[in-house]
C-alpha cells in the first residue's frame, strides 16, 4: 500500500471566505466542520495548554482526500510574517486543477483576486495567486490527468483535484532521506515546475533544488532553494495564518502505527500518543522542523470526518 497525502491543512484569517472563496470560485464541495477545544488539541498542534479553534473541510474529486482550513481564537491568529517569502522554509504552495481554467479564472476575479501571468507547459496553462486570507500560493492549472507521471484517479471530471504540496526545505538530502527512507513515499520522474516557473510565485532566476514524490494522487514536491536561500520564521505557532501541514492517511489501525514507528525511527517527533479510538490521527514533527499529520480513518466514517460532501440541504 503506498503512503497517500489525504489532506491539506491551513489556517485562514477568515474562515467563511475561505470556504465561499473555494467552493464558488473552484467547485469543492461542503464537506462539514466543527469546533475544537482543550489540551489535547493544543497538545497535538504543540501551540500551549489550551486551544479554541473552528475547522471546516471541502472536498473535490479525490477520494479519500480533503482541504481543511482552521481558525484559531485561542491561541489568536497570528498573520504570516510580512517579509515572508515563496521560498521561505516550511510549507509555501500547492496546486489545484481544475477542467474549466477560463471559468475558474473568471471567478477568481469576481472576488478581486489578481493573477499572476499565464504560462504554458506542454500545452496547458498556468498561473497563480497569492491567496489574501492564507497567505500562500496557490497555482491553477489546467487537467492534472495531463501531467506527466499523475496517479490521479476517481470521480467526476468536472470537480478540481488537488495535484501537488510544495515543502521547501534546507536541506534535499536530508529530506529524502525521512520522506523517502522513514514515510516510504516513492520520488518520481514527474517535472511539476520548470525553473522558468518560479517567475509565477516572483522567484524569477532563482537556483533550487527539486525532488518530486508520490503521494498516491497528490504528489509532495520538496524544494531546496539555493539562491535565494529560504530563510526560517522566527517562533511559528501552527495556529498562525498559512500552510499547516499536510496528513498521511490510513485505512487501518496496524498501518498508521507502524507508519508512526517508522517515522520515529526516522527522526521525527511525536506531539502526542494516537488514541485508542477510530479514527485517530496526530501531528509528527519532521527532522527538519515541519509538522505532518498522521490519521487513521475507517472507510464507514468519512462522511462524519469531511471525506464526503454534505448534502445540499445543510449549505
Not at 93 to 100: E, K, Y
Not at 207 to 235: A, M, N
Not at 273 to 279: K, M, S, V
Request: hydrophobic share 45%; with cysteine; aromatic share 8%.
Amino acid at each position: 500500500m503506498k503512503t497517500r497525502i489525504v489532506q491539506i491543512g491551513m489556517c485562514t484569517a477568515d474562515l467563511p471566505r475561505s470556504i465561499r472563496r473555494y467552493c464558488e470560485a473552484f467547485g469543492f464541495r461542503d464537506a462539514g466542520g466543527r469546533m475544537m477545544w482543550g489540551a489535547r488539541s493544543a497538545r497535538i498542534q504543540q501551540i500551549g495548554d489550551d486551544s479554541n479553534a473552528a475547522l471546516w473541510w471541502l472536498v473535490g474529486a479525490q477520494a479519500f482526500f480533503n482541504l481543511e482550513f482552521f481558525h484559531h481564537t485561542l491561541p489568536r491568529q497570528r498573520p504570516l510574517p510580512v517579509d515572508w517569502l515563496p521560498n521561505t522554509l516550511g510549507w509555501v504552495r500547492w496546486g489545484i486543477a481544475v477542467s474549466d481554467f477560463d471559468a475558474a479564472l473568471a471567478r477568481l476575479e469576481n472576488f478581486a483576486i489578481p493573477t499572476s501571468q499565464l504560462m504554458r507547459i506542454d500545452g496547458l496553462r498556468r498561473t497563480c495567486f497569492r491567496d489574501p486570507d492564507i497567505g500562500v500560493v496557490v497555482e491553477v492549472m489546467e487537467d492534472v490527468a495531463a501531467i506527466p507521471g499523475s496517479s490521479a484517479s476517481g470521480g467526476p471530471v468536472a470537480l478540481p483535484r488537488v495535484a501537488y504540496a510544495t515543502l521547501s526545505v534546507p536541506d534535499l538530502a536530508a529530506a529524502r532521506s525521512f520522506y523517502v527512507e522513514a514515510l516510504e513515499m516513492a520520488p518520481v520522474s514527474t517535472t511539476l515546475h520548470t525553473l522558468d516557473m518560479e517567475a509565477l510565485w516572483g522567484l524569477a532566476g532563482a537556483k533550487r533544488e527539486v525532488l518530486v514524490l508520490d503521494g498516491d494522487g497528490v504528489f509532495l514536491e520538496l524544494v531546496q532553494y539555493i539562491d535565494p536561500p529560504g530563510r526560517r520564521r522566527l517562533d511559528p505557532r501552527l495556529s498562525d495564518q498559512g500552510m499547516m501541514n499536510i496528513a498521511v492517511g490510513y485505512r487501518e489501525r496496524p498501518a498508521i502505527d507502524r507508519a508512526i514507528a517508522r517515522a520515529v525511527a526516522g527522526g521525527c517527533t511525536v506531539n502526542a500518543p494516537l488514541a485508542d479510538t477510530e479514527p485517530t490521527a496526530t501531528y509528527v514533527t519532521d527532522p527538519l522542523g515541519n509538522s505532518l499529520e498522521m490519521i487513521f480513518i475507517p472507510s464507514r466514517l468519512d462522511a462524519d470526518y469531511g471525506l464526503a460532501p454534505r448534502p445540499p440541504a445543510y449549505r
